[in-house]
Protein backbone atom coordinates (compact mmCIF):
# COMPACT_ATOMS: atom_id res chain seq x y z
CA UNK A 1 0.00 0.00 0.00
CA UNK A 2 1.44 3.58 -1.16
CA UNK A 3 3.00 5.47 2.07
CA UNK A 4 0.78 7.93 1.49
CA UNK A 5 -1.86 6.11 3.59
CA UNK A 6 -1.13 6.69 7.64
CA UNK A 7 -0.20 3.43 9.16
CA UNK A 8 -1.24 3.45 12.90
CA UNK A 9 1.25 1.17 14.37
CA UNK A 10 0.53 -1.39 18.04
CA UNK A 11 2.20 0.75 20.87
CA UNK A 12 3.31 -1.52 23.17
CA UNK A 13 3.94 0.08 25.83
CA UNK A 14 4.97 3.09 24.17
CA UNK A 15 6.90 1.51 21.73
CA UNK A 16 5.98 1.53 18.50
CA UNK A 17 5.96 -1.79 16.49
CA UNK A 18 4.94 -2.46 12.90
CA UNK A 19 3.43 -5.91 12.44
CA UNK A 20 3.20 -7.69 9.38
CA UNK A 21 -0.38 -8.39 9.85
CA UNK A 22 -2.08 -5.03 9.08
CA UNK A 23 -5.89 -4.62 8.38
CA UNK A 24 -7.49 -1.59 6.67
CA UNK A 25 -9.88 0.88 7.44
CA UNK A 26 -12.38 2.06 5.36
CA UNK A 27 -14.45 4.63 4.22
CA UNK A 28 -18.17 3.21 4.95
CA UNK A 29 -19.70 4.73 1.78
CA UNK A 30 -17.05 4.36 -0.59
CA UNK A 31 -14.70 1.31 0.38
CA UNK A 32 -11.43 3.55 0.24
CA UNK A 33 -9.10 2.68 2.56
CA UNK A 34 -8.15 5.87 5.16
CA UNK A 35 -5.77 3.68 7.14
CA UNK A 36 -3.89 0.60 7.85
CA UNK A 37 -3.71 -0.58 11.59
CA UNK A 38 -1.00 -2.72 12.54
CA UNK A 39 -2.49 -6.10 14.67
CA UNK A 40 -0.98 -8.23 17.02
CA UNK A 41 -1.94 -11.73 18.49
CA UNK A 42 -2.45 -12.71 22.47
CA UNK A 43 1.36 -14.06 22.09
CA UNK A 44 2.89 -10.71 21.80
CA UNK A 45 0.37 -9.29 24.65
CA UNK A 46 1.27 -12.09 27.00
CA UNK A 47 4.80 -11.36 26.81
CA UNK A 48 4.32 -7.45 27.16
CA UNK A 49 1.48 -7.43 29.87
CA UNK A 50 4.26 -9.69 31.96
CA UNK A 51 6.48 -6.41 32.07
CA UNK A 52 3.93 -4.01 33.08
CA UNK A 53 6.61 -2.60 36.18
CA UNK A 54 7.72 -0.18 34.30
CA UNK A 55 4.88 1.55 32.77
CA UNK A 56 3.25 2.33 36.26
CA UNK A 57 7.02 2.99 37.62
CA UNK A 58 6.68 5.91 35.19
CA UNK A 59 3.18 7.21 36.14
CA UNK A 60 4.47 6.80 39.98
CA UNK A 61 7.00 9.35 39.65
CA UNK A 62 3.96 11.93 39.36
CA UNK A 63 1.76 12.95 41.99
CA UNK A 64 -1.78 13.04 41.35
CA UNK A 65 -2.30 17.11 41.41
CA UNK A 66 0.70 16.79 38.14
CA UNK A 67 -1.28 14.07 36.48
CA UNK A 68 -4.42 16.41 36.77
CA UNK A 69 -2.76 19.15 35.30
CA UNK A 70 -1.10 17.23 32.60
CA UNK A 71 -4.58 15.36 32.05
CA UNK A 72 -6.23 18.87 31.19
CA UNK A 73 -3.15 20.09 28.73
CA UNK A 74 -3.67 16.40 26.88
CA UNK A 75 -7.73 17.88 26.66
CA UNK A 76 -6.94 21.09 25.20
CA UNK A 77 -4.37 19.36 22.53
CA UNK A 78 -7.78 16.43 22.03
CA UNK A 79 -9.92 19.13 20.76
CA UNK A 80 -7.18 21.86 19.47
CA UNK A 81 -4.32 20.49 18.68
CA UNK A 82 -2.63 18.99 15.51
CA UNK A 83 -1.07 15.45 16.84
CA UNK A 84 1.29 12.79 15.02
CA UNK A 85 -1.12 10.33 13.13
CA UNK A 86 1.07 7.03 12.87
CA UNK A 87 4.78 6.62 11.72
CA UNK A 88 4.95 7.57 8.65
CA UNK A 89 5.05 11.18 9.25
CA UNK A 90 1.22 12.20 8.90
CA UNK A 91 -0.27 14.80 11.40
CA UNK A 92 -3.82 15.52 12.17
CA UNK A 93 -5.73 17.82 12.90
CA UNK A 94 -9.45 18.34 14.87
CA UNK A 95 -11.37 18.79 11.45
CA UNK A 96 -9.13 15.89 9.73
CA UNK A 97 -10.40 14.02 13.30
CA UNK A 98 -13.97 14.81 12.99
CA UNK A 99 -14.04 14.04 8.91
CA UNK A 100 -12.07 10.74 9.43
CA UNK A 101 -13.83 9.48 12.46
CA UNK A 102 -17.38 10.20 10.53
CA UNK A 103 -16.06 8.78 7.37
CA UNK A 104 -15.46 5.09 9.29
CA UNK A 105 -18.39 5.19 11.95
CA UNK A 106 -20.74 6.69 9.96
CA UNK A 107 -20.91 9.59 12.03
CA UNK A 108 -22.37 13.17 11.14
CA UNK A 109 -19.42 15.42 12.18
CA UNK A 110 -21.71 17.32 14.28
CA UNK A 111 -22.11 14.20 16.37
CA UNK A 112 -18.30 13.62 16.19
CA UNK A 113 -17.60 17.40 17.94
CA UNK A 114 -20.31 16.68 20.60
CA UNK A 115 -18.29 13.51 21.50
CA UNK A 116 -15.24 15.55 21.51
CA UNK A 117 -16.34 18.59 23.37
CA UNK A 118 -17.88 15.40 26.23
CA UNK A 119 -14.08 14.28 25.99
CA UNK A 120 -12.38 17.43 26.70
CA UNK A 121 -14.88 18.63 29.62
CA UNK A 122 -13.86 15.43 31.21
CA UNK A 123 -10.07 15.95 30.99
CA UNK A 124 -10.24 19.28 31.75
CA UNK A 125 -12.03 18.97 35.00
CA UNK A 126 -10.56 15.94 36.25
CA UNK A 127 -10.22 17.31 40.02
CA UNK A 128 -13.90 17.69 40.04
CA UNK A 129 -14.11 14.53 38.19
CA UNK A 130 -12.15 12.25 40.77
CA UNK A 131 -13.37 14.59 43.39
CA UNK A 132 -16.47 12.87 42.90
CA UNK A 133 -15.75 9.33 42.29
CA UNK A 134 -13.34 9.28 45.90
CA UNK A 135 -16.09 11.18 47.92
CA UNK A 136 -13.52 13.83 48.45
CA UNK A 137 -10.36 12.09 49.59
CA UNK A 138 -7.83 14.17 49.71
CA UNK A 139 -6.01 12.61 46.53
CA UNK A 140 -2.10 13.50 47.93
CA UNK A 141 -3.17 10.36 50.30
CA UNK A 142 -2.81 8.40 46.96
CA UNK A 143 0.95 9.79 46.21
CA UNK A 144 1.99 8.92 49.77
CA UNK A 145 0.39 5.57 50.50
CA UNK A 146 -1.21 6.77 53.74
CA UNK A 147 -2.64 9.64 55.64
CA UNK A 148 -5.23 10.94 57.71
CA UNK A 149 -8.88 12.29 56.71
CA UNK A 150 -12.57 12.86 57.89
CA UNK A 151 -10.98 11.88 61.42
CA UNK A 152 -9.69 8.29 60.57
CA UNK A 153 -6.30 6.95 59.41
CA UNK A 154 -6.64 6.00 55.58
CA UNK A 155 -5.02 3.78 53.33
CA UNK A 156 -4.91 2.37 49.52
CA UNK A 157 -3.11 0.13 47.27
CA UNK A 158 -3.32 -0.56 43.79
CA UNK A 159 -5.95 -3.44 42.54
CA UNK A 160 -3.86 -3.84 39.45
CA UNK A 161 -0.72 -3.30 37.35
CA UNK A 162 -3.46 -2.30 34.74
CA UNK A 163 -6.47 -1.12 33.28
CA UNK A 164 -7.21 -3.30 30.51
CA UNK A 165 -9.96 -1.87 27.62
CA UNK A 166 -11.68 -3.43 25.14
CA UNK A 167 -13.38 -0.74 23.44
CA UNK A 168 -15.94 -0.51 20.71
CA UNK A 169 -16.41 1.38 17.74
CA UNK A 170 -20.11 2.55 18.07
CA UNK A 171 -19.49 6.41 20.09
CA UNK A 172 -16.37 7.91 20.69
CA UNK A 173 -17.71 9.67 24.17
CA UNK A 174 -17.16 5.81 25.72
CA UNK A 175 -13.20 6.54 25.68
CA UNK A 176 -13.74 9.55 28.68
CA UNK A 177 -14.77 6.54 31.50
CA UNK A 178 -11.12 5.31 30.95
CA UNK A 179 -9.59 8.77 31.45
CA UNK A 180 -9.53 8.87 34.90
CA UNK A 181 -6.82 6.19 35.57
CA UNK A 182 -4.05 8.23 33.81
CA UNK A 183 -4.65 10.73 36.95
CA UNK A 184 -4.78 8.05 39.32
CA UNK A 185 -1.04 6.79 38.06
CA UNK A 186 -2.87 3.04 36.35
CA UNK A 187 -1.23 2.49 32.60
CA UNK A 188 -3.92 1.73 30.45
CA UNK A 189 -3.99 -1.13 27.61
CA UNK A 190 -6.26 -0.32 24.96
CA UNK A 191 -7.75 -2.81 22.08
CA UNK A 192 -9.71 -0.33 19.84
CA UNK A 193 -12.75 -0.79 17.92
CA UNK A 194 -11.98 -1.96 14.43
CA UNK A 195 -14.02 0.98 13.16
CA UNK A 196 -12.60 3.28 15.42
CA UNK A 197 -9.17 3.67 16.10
CA UNK A 198 -9.02 7.04 15.85
CA UNK A 199 -10.37 8.45 19.46
CA UNK A 200 -7.95 6.05 21.59
CA UNK A 201 -5.22 6.86 19.61
CA UNK A 202 -5.27 10.71 19.06
CA UNK A 203 -6.01 10.68 23.23
CA UNK A 204 -2.70 8.88 23.78
CA UNK A 205 -1.30 10.77 21.55
CA UNK A 206 -2.17 14.16 23.34
CA UNK A 207 -1.42 13.00 26.57
CA UNK A 208 1.78 12.33 25.23
CA UNK A 209 2.44 15.62 23.77
CA UNK A 210 1.04 16.35 27.62
CA UNK A 211 4.20 15.20 28.96
CA UNK A 212 2.58 11.59 29.91
CA UNK A 213 5.06 8.97 29.80
CA UNK A 214 4.79 7.24 26.50
CA UNK A 215 5.00 3.77 28.71
CA UNK A 216 2.39 4.09 30.03
CA UNK A 217 0.24 3.36 26.87
CA UNK A 218 -0.77 0.37 25.22
CA UNK A 219 -2.54 0.30 21.73
CA UNK A 220 -3.22 -3.16 20.84
CA UNK A 221 -5.28 -3.65 18.08
CA UNK A 222 -5.87 -7.48 18.30
CA UNK A 223 -8.47 -10.32 17.73
CA UNK A 224 -10.85 -12.63 20.28
CA UNK A 225 -7.96 -13.81 21.79
CA UNK A 226 -5.92 -10.92 22.36
CA UNK A 227 -8.77 -9.26 23.76
CA UNK A 228 -9.31 -12.23 26.31
CA UNK A 229 -5.78 -11.91 27.30
CA UNK A 230 -5.95 -8.13 27.58
CA UNK A 231 -9.36 -9.00 29.96
CA UNK A 232 -7.69 -11.83 31.56
CA UNK A 233 -4.26 -10.29 32.33
CA UNK A 234 -4.40 -6.33 33.59
CA UNK A 235 -5.88 -7.09 36.82
CA UNK A 236 -8.79 -4.81 36.08
CA UNK A 237 -10.33 -4.08 33.01
CA UNK A 238 -13.24 -2.45 31.25
CA UNK A 239 -15.10 -4.29 28.18
CA UNK A 240 -18.10 -2.71 25.90
CA UNK A 241 -20.23 -4.44 23.38
CA UNK A 242 -23.84 -6.51 23.45
CA UNK A 243 -24.95 -9.23 25.74
CA UNK A 244 -23.54 -11.73 23.67
CA UNK A 245 -20.11 -10.03 24.06
CA UNK A 246 -20.22 -9.44 28.04
CA UNK A 247 -22.37 -12.18 29.15
CA UNK A 248 -19.24 -14.28 29.98
CA UNK A 249 -17.52 -11.88 32.57
CA UNK A 250 -20.53 -11.19 34.03
CA UNK A 251 -19.37 -12.77 37.34
CA UNK A 252 -16.18 -11.74 37.04
CA UNK A 253 -15.69 -8.37 39.86
CA UNK A 254 -12.04 -7.75 38.02
CA UNK A 255 -13.62 -6.96 34.52
CA UNK A 256 -16.35 -4.03 34.20
CA UNK A 257 -19.14 -5.01 31.47
CA UNK A 258 -19.93 -2.02 29.48
CA UNK A 259 -22.94 -3.31 27.56
CA UNK A 260 -26.54 -2.73 26.91
CA UNK A 261 -28.34 0.07 29.09
CA UNK A 262 -32.06 -0.58 28.78
CA UNK A 263 -32.52 2.86 29.95
CA UNK A 264 -36.04 4.31 30.23
CA UNK A 265 -38.69 7.06 31.40
CA UNK A 266 -40.83 6.53 33.92
CA UNK A 267 -44.01 8.69 33.98
CA UNK A 268 -46.25 8.39 37.59
CA UNK A 269 -49.38 8.34 37.87
CA UNK A 270 -49.34 11.98 39.51
CA UNK A 271 -48.04 13.68 36.04
CA UNK A 272 -49.27 11.31 33.35
CA UNK A 273 -52.47 13.86 32.16
CA UNK A 274 -49.35 16.20 31.77
CA UNK A 275 -47.54 13.93 29.06
CA UNK A 276 -47.66 16.26 26.47
CA UNK A 277 -45.48 18.41 28.60
CA UNK A 278 -42.41 16.05 28.51
CA UNK A 279 -42.58 14.77 24.81
CA UNK A 280 -40.05 16.94 23.84
CA UNK A 281 -37.10 15.92 26.61
CA UNK A 282 -38.43 12.29 25.91
CA UNK A 283 -37.66 12.36 22.42
CA UNK A 284 -33.91 14.13 22.68
CA UNK A 285 -33.58 10.83 25.08
CA UNK A 286 -34.19 8.72 22.43
CA UNK A 287 -32.52 10.13 19.51
CA UNK A 288 -29.34 12.19 20.52
CA UNK A 289 -25.98 11.18 19.42
CA UNK A 290 -27.84 8.89 16.52
CA UNK A 291 -29.28 6.64 19.32
CA UNK A 292 -26.06 4.68 19.96
CA UNK A 293 -25.55 5.28 23.60
CA UNK A 294 -26.58 3.09 26.09
CA UNK A 295 -28.06 5.47 28.31
CA UNK A 296 -30.56 6.63 25.15
CA UNK A 297 -33.70 5.91 26.10
CA UNK A 298 -34.96 2.56 25.09
CA UNK A 299 -38.41 2.41 26.93
CA UNK A 300 -41.29 4.61 28.03
CA UNK A 301 -43.21 3.83 30.73
CA UNK A 302 -46.49 4.81 31.16
CA UNK A 303 -49.84 4.06 33.28
CA UNK A 304 -52.20 4.75 30.60
CA UNK A 305 -52.49 7.22 26.94
CA UNK A 306 -49.50 4.67 25.33
CA UNK A 307 -50.95 5.24 21.95
CA UNK A 308 -51.10 8.89 22.22
CA UNK A 309 -47.64 9.31 23.29
CA UNK A 310 -46.27 6.83 20.97
CA UNK A 311 -47.86 9.24 18.38
CA UNK A 312 -46.64 11.78 19.82
CA UNK A 313 -43.20 10.19 19.84
CA UNK A 314 -43.80 9.55 15.98
CA UNK A 315 -44.48 12.31 15.11
CA UNK A 316 -40.96 14.30 15.96
CA UNK A 317 -39.23 11.51 15.12
CA UNK A 318 -40.64 9.16 12.24
CA UNK A 319 -39.91 11.94 9.46
CA UNK A 320 -36.18 12.50 10.51
CA UNK A 321 -34.08 11.33 7.31
CA UNK A 322 -30.08 10.53 6.57
CA UNK A 323 -28.39 13.83 5.66
CA UNK A 324 -24.90 14.57 4.47
CA UNK A 325 -22.03 14.01 7.47
CA UNK A 326 -21.48 17.55 7.32
CA UNK A 327 -24.99 19.34 7.68
CA UNK A 328 -25.09 20.52 10.89
CA UNK A 329 -28.42 19.30 11.73
CA UNK A 330 -27.62 15.85 11.18
CA UNK A 331 -29.61 13.40 13.76
CA UNK A 332 -29.06 9.64 11.78
CA UNK A 333 -25.66 7.97 11.97
CA UNK A 334 -24.74 5.53 9.39
CA UNK A 335 -23.31 2.32 9.64
CA UNK A 336 -20.09 0.96 9.54
CA UNK A 337 -20.71 -2.36 8.85
CA UNK A 338 -24.26 -2.83 6.63
CA UNK A 339 -24.58 -6.23 8.02
CA UNK A 340 -25.72 -4.58 11.38
CA UNK A 341 -28.66 -2.63 10.03
CA UNK A 342 -29.89 -5.24 8.66
CA UNK A 343 -30.04 -7.47 11.86
CA UNK A 344 -31.44 -4.64 13.28
CA UNK A 345 -34.28 -3.82 10.72
CA UNK A 346 -35.12 -7.70 10.91
CA UNK A 347 -35.36 -8.43 14.41
CA UNK A 348 -37.98 -5.61 14.74
CA UNK A 349 -39.82 -6.53 12.13
CA UNK A 350 -39.94 -10.25 13.03
CA UNK A 351 -40.93 -8.37 16.83
CA UNK A 352 -43.83 -6.84 14.95
CA UNK A 353 -45.16 -10.15 13.67
CA UNK A 354 -46.18 -11.02 17.75
CA UNK A 355 -49.93 -9.41 18.56
CA UNK A 356 -49.90 -6.83 20.53
CA UNK A 357 -47.54 -3.96 19.17
CA UNK A 358 -47.40 -1.47 16.43
CA UNK A 359 -44.71 0.49 14.80
CA UNK A 360 -45.71 3.83 15.02
CA UNK A 361 -43.28 5.83 12.92
CA UNK A 362 -44.24 3.41 9.89
CA UNK A 363 -47.15 6.37 9.28
CA UNK A 364 -44.92 8.81 9.89
CA UNK A 365 -41.26 8.11 8.23
CA UNK A 366 -42.87 7.97 4.57
CA UNK A 367 -40.51 4.73 2.96
CA UNK A 368 -38.59 2.29 4.63
CA UNK A 369 -36.79 1.76 8.15
CA UNK A 370 -33.56 0.74 6.59
CA UNK A 371 -32.43 2.64 3.43
CA UNK A 372 -28.85 3.34 1.99
CA UNK A 373 -28.39 7.06 1.41
CA UNK A 374 -25.48 8.33 -0.90
CA UNK A 375 -23.66 4.60 -0.20
CA UNK A 376 -24.15 4.68 3.48
CA UNK A 377 -26.30 2.62 5.14
CA UNK A 378 -29.10 3.95 8.03
CA UNK A 379 -31.85 2.97 10.45
CA UNK A 380 -34.49 5.49 10.72
CA UNK A 381 -36.25 6.26 14.17
CA UNK A 382 -38.25 3.62 15.32
CA UNK A 383 -41.12 3.75 18.25
CA UNK A 384 -43.01 0.73 19.18
CA UNK A 385 -46.50 0.87 21.16
CA UNK A 386 -46.36 -2.04 23.35
CA UNK A 387 -49.49 -3.23 24.76
CA UNK A 388 -47.49 -4.30 27.98
CA UNK A 389 -44.00 -5.85 29.13
CA UNK A 390 -44.31 -9.36 27.65
CA UNK A 391 -43.87 -8.19 23.89
CA UNK A 392 -40.40 -8.99 22.99
CA UNK A 393 -40.04 -5.12 21.89
CA UNK A 394 -40.68 -3.89 24.92
CA UNK A 395 -37.39 -3.87 26.56
CA UNK A 396 -35.04 -4.15 23.58
CA UNK A 397 -32.21 -2.01 23.03
CA UNK A 398 -30.72 -1.09 19.54
CA UNK A 399 -27.98 1.17 17.98
CA UNK A 400 -30.13 3.57 16.13
CA UNK A 401 -32.99 5.56 17.27
CA UNK A 402 -35.23 3.04 18.99
CA UNK A 403 -37.82 3.05 21.87
CA UNK A 404 -40.77 1.15 22.78
CA UNK A 405 -44.02 3.10 24.60
CA UNK A 406 -45.17 0.05 27.00
CA UNK A 407 -48.42 0.54 29.09
CA UNK A 408 -47.85 -0.22 32.89
CA UNK A 409 -49.84 0.39 36.03
CA UNK A 410 -47.51 2.26 38.21
CA UNK A 411 -47.48 0.12 40.96
CA UNK A 412 -45.94 -2.27 38.19
CA UNK A 413 -43.44 -0.83 37.26
CA UNK A 414 -40.53 -1.64 39.21
CA UNK A 415 -41.31 -5.28 39.19
CA UNK A 416 -41.30 -5.32 34.91
CA UNK A 417 -38.43 -2.75 34.25
CA UNK A 418 -35.44 -4.96 34.90
CA UNK A 419 -32.21 -2.85 34.96
CA UNK A 420 -31.97 -0.20 34.01
CA UNK A 421 -28.44 1.66 33.65
CA UNK A 422 -30.62 5.77 33.40
CA UNK A 423 -33.57 6.01 34.62
CA UNK A 424 -35.92 9.63 34.28
CA UNK A 425 -38.67 9.30 36.87
CA UNK A 426 -40.80 11.97 35.66
CA UNK A 427 -43.20 12.14 39.46
CA UNK A 428 -43.46 14.22 42.53
CA UNK A 429 -45.11 11.57 44.23
CA UNK A 430 -42.99 10.59 48.10
CA UNK A 431 -43.90 7.26 47.97
CA UNK A 432 -42.66 6.32 44.29
CA UNK A 433 -39.71 8.12 44.73
CA UNK A 434 -38.82 6.31 47.83
CA UNK A 435 -39.31 2.95 46.38
CA UNK A 436 -37.06 4.11 43.15
CA UNK A 437 -34.34 5.17 45.51
CA UNK A 438 -34.94 1.45 46.84
CA UNK A 439 -34.63 -0.24 43.74
CA UNK A 440 -31.58 -1.71 43.56
CA UNK A 441 -31.38 -2.26 39.87
CA UNK A 442 -31.39 1.40 38.40
CA UNK A 443 -27.53 2.91 38.24
CA UNK A 444 -28.42 6.44 37.66
CA UNK A 445 -31.69 7.83 38.81
CA UNK A 446 -33.28 11.26 37.59
CA UNK A 447 -36.19 12.31 39.18
CA UNK A 448 -38.63 15.04 37.07
CA UNK A 449 -37.94 15.93 33.29
CA UNK A 450 -34.54 15.43 32.65
CA UNK A 451 -33.27 13.41 29.63
CA UNK A 452 -31.14 9.98 30.51
CA UNK A 453 -28.61 11.78 28.04
CA UNK A 454 -27.23 14.38 31.28
CA UNK A 455 -24.74 12.98 33.32
CA UNK A 456 -22.75 14.63 36.22
CA UNK A 457 -19.03 13.90 35.77
CA UNK A 458 -18.75 13.66 39.45
CA UNK A 459 -21.27 11.24 40.02
CA UNK A 460 -20.91 7.58 38.29
CA UNK A 461 -22.95 5.93 36.36
CA UNK A 462 -21.61 3.47 35.05
CA UNK A 463 -19.13 1.93 37.78
CA UNK A 464 -16.82 4.25 40.20
CA UNK A 465 -12.98 3.93 38.83
CA UNK A 466 -11.31 5.32 41.55
CA UNK A 467 -12.67 2.48 43.74
CA UNK A 468 -12.22 -0.11 40.61
CA UNK A 469 -8.18 1.03 40.53
CA UNK A 470 -7.63 1.32 44.09
CA UNK A 471 -8.59 -0.49 47.00
CA UNK A 472 -8.64 0.65 51.23
CA UNK A 473 -6.51 -1.42 53.67
CA UNK A 474 -6.29 -1.32 57.06
CA UNK A 475 -3.03 0.30 58.92
CA UNK A 476 -1.54 1.47 62.14
CA UNK A 477 1.98 2.66 61.43
CA UNK A 478 4.54 3.32 64.97
CA UNK A 479 6.29 5.74 63.53
Known amino acids: ?30 GETLALVSQVNGGILKRDLARLGPARAALKRFTVAQ ?93 CQALGLVMPSNSPAVNS ?20 PWTPYRLIQAFIAAGVPSE ?10 GAA ?48 DYIDVIAGAISDNGGRSCINASAVVVPKYGAEIADALAQRLGPVAPTRPEDEGAKLSGFA ?24 TAGYRGGPRKLVFEGGTYVRPTIVRCDSFAHPLANREFLCPYASVVTCPQSEMLSKIGYT ?3 TAITKDPAFIADLEAYAHIERLNIGPVSTMKISWDQPHEGNMFEFLWQRRSIERAW
Open 177 to 196: LWLPAIALKTPVVIKPGREE
Open 421 to 423: LAC
Open 229 to 276: TILNTCGRALIFGDKSTTQQYANTPAIQIHGPGWSKFLIGDDQIENWR
Open 1 to 30: MSDFIPHLPTLRLGRSYASLEQVEVKNHRT
Open 216 to 225: AFGFYPTDHD
Open 337 to 360: NPKMADFIDAQIDDGLKTAGAEDV
Open 67 to 159: LMELSAKAGDLFINGTLPLGDRGHTQTPQQYVETLSLTSGLPHVMVRRNMTKIHYALTHMPEVLNGLSRGLDLSIIDRGFGEQFGTKLSFFPS
